[in-house]
């Protein structure tokens, strides 16, 4: 017999540790995104220099809006942590080969990311399925 992840103590401590960190991960990608609504530095000038313009800073911040709020949809919290893992890696590669600017907290948020998307496999999983009518 199989137990439910969420109907153990270390089950529950695991599912509030991990919305604890959806919060705070939601937190920083919805203030990434009021600096890239805001032409804020570092943010224009990264974006500059990435040479796509300010289409595509305000699409990555309308995407971190989008990806902060689906942190707060249980069904959409794995995706969204996946989802997160990509864009951060793709933030560290221009940090490192572009704008020439520090790749710790990328990584961090890389790494934070990955552990709410393998927290919340079980959801992606069902959504999944359930798009793909398995």
Known sequence: MTTAPHTTAAGRLLNVALWI???????????????????AEPSASTFEAIGFGDWFRNLVGVLEVAGAVALFVPRLAGLAGLAFAGLTVCATLTELFVSGGGVVLPLVLLALSAVIAWGRRASTARLWALVGGN
């Open 21 to 39: 960190l959806q919060v705070a991960v939601a937190g920083f990608f919805v203030m990434s995104a009021m600096g890239k609504f805001a032409n």
